[in-house]
Each structure stands twice: as C-alpha cells, then as structure tokens.
Nanobody, 114 residues
Framework: QVQLVESGGGLVQPGGSLRVSCAAS?????MGWYRQAPGKQRELVAT???????DYGDSVKGRFTISRDNAKNTVYLQMNSLKPEDTAVYYC???????????WGQGTRVTVSS
C-alpha cells in the first residue's frame, strides 16, 4: 500500500509564501499536487516526472514551483505570491509508469487570509 506523508500546510497572509512536502513510499514516475477548494472540483496544481518534466495549472504558473528529490522519494511545492483563491486542500499525487491511475495523499490544508 502506498504511503504518502504530506506536511507544510497552514495559514498564510496574501502575498506570502509556503512550501508543502510529500514523502512517498517507493519511487514513482509522476509526483505532484492537486488541490480542491470548497464547492469546486479537484484541479491540477503541478506535476513532475522522474526525468524532470513539469506541468502546471494555469492559475499557478509563475508563482508556484514544483521540485522533487528522487533519492528521498519526496516532492515539494513552493508557493509564492499566494492569493486568497489559492485556499484549498492540497493533495499529493503519485503514479507509476504505464499505469492508468495513481494514489492520493490525505491532503494538507492551505489557507490564505489576512
């Protein structure tokens, strides 16, 4: 069973920064983050392949940066210039190569408010 341990969520003021982390059991082709705000569908934040290819949601481009440490099976999300609309539960996501579905973490809450 996949174990994903997320950390780093919390309360931050608009314009501030926050970093969330996700440590996974085992190695994965894709590691990344999705988020879900109240009353909205889950949406892509950012993903990164083991080779370094990244994919970002349009609303976070230029503000968020994803990175990963393959040796530690850990993915990070650095969030800068945070806005109230970034408030959501952020879910870690991992998927293997040539596998249709992935696994989700339990989520870490990020609240952007003054």
């Amino acid at each position: 069973q996949v174990q994903l341990v997320e950390s780093g969520g919390g309360l931050v003021q608009p314009g501030g920064s926050l970093r969330v982390s996700c440590a996974a059991s085992g190695s994965w082709f894709i590691m990344g983050w999705y988020r879900q705000a109240p009353g909205k569908q889950r949406e892509l934040v950012a993903t990164m392949t083991s080779g370094g290819r990244t994919d970002y949601g349009d609303s976070v481009k230029g503000r968020f940066t994803i990175s990963r440490d393959n040796a530690k099976n850990t993915v990070y999300l650095q969030m800068n210039s945070l806005k109230p609309e970034d408030t959501a539960v952020y879910y870690c996501y991992v998927r293997g190569l040539r596998v249709a579905s992935g696994s989700w973490g339990q989520g870490t809450r990020v609240t952007v408010s003054s």
